[in-house]
């Protein structure tokens, strides 16, 4: 199989993150975007013209980032990143829920303005004093007490956030945001995390793809 995208989408990298956690990076492919992106084979993959998406042995392609890390979670060998327990598993998808529709909403005026285009004055004050902070509450409602997103084992949550907080903190250093203090559990999910192997190894992915696309520095 083959993953195709590149690691600057935090849509992708929570995949390559999770097969890190599985120990089986070594069992995809991780392919770019076969014939370059908008290209007439990457709309055949994914309708909508966007990264990730996954070429199975059959040459069917799969898309979504979470639905794609769910899929190999279940095919591949390694450690299951889906809690056994129903009322974790569906804690956890619900951290990613919350990352995908609200807090990667909220941060959308940064994001633009990170790579070149434009935000209104009133759109980064809303994301900055309103929506980012709202984000952060509801994520905070839902994170566990353990070392990780949900217990002490890693899984598919956790793939979500640290690809997520990658991006927060580089955007935190240039546009002056807040940092977590205002959500303990947050901040210290983040603390414990920040310095393992999974999550260094996740930022040299990050940066590395950042350089190749735009030769600069994300901070």
Request: aromatic share 12%.
């Amino acid at each position: 199989m083959q993953l195709c995208g590149h690691s600057v989408s935090p849509y992708f990298e929570r995949v390559v993150i999770a097969l890190d956690m599985k120990g089986a990076l070594d069992q995809i492919e991780l392919a770019g975007v076969p014939g370059g992106f908008k290209s007439e084979t990457h709309f055949s993959h994914h309708p909508m013209g966007k990264i990730p998406f996954l070429i199975k042995d059959d040459g069917t392609s799969l898309t979504e980032g979470q639905v794609i890390a769910e899929y190999l979670d279940r095919v591949l060998d390694g450690p299951d990143l889906t809690p056994h327990d129903f009322e974790d598993a569906t804690r956890a998808r619900l951290i990613a829920r919350i990352l995908d529709l609200y807090y990667a909403e909220a941060v959308k005026p940064y994001g633009r303005m990170a790579f070149g285009g434009e935000a209104t004055d009133a759109e980064v004050e809303k994301a900055k004093t309103q929506d980012i902070p709202a984000a952060f509450t509801y994520l905070e409602k839902y994170l566990g007490d353990g070392s990780r997103a949900v217990g002490d084992d890693w899984t598919l949550a956790d793939a979500a956030l640290i690809s997520h907080l990658y991006w927060y903190g580089a955007l935190k250093v240039r546009f002056g945001l807040e940092g977590y203090d205002a959500w303990p559990k947050l901040n210290a999910y983040w603390e414990t995390v920040k310095d393992t192997d999974i999550v260094l190894r996740s930022f040299d992915r990050v940066k590395h793809s950042y350089d190749e696309f735009f030769g600069g520095d994300d901070s």
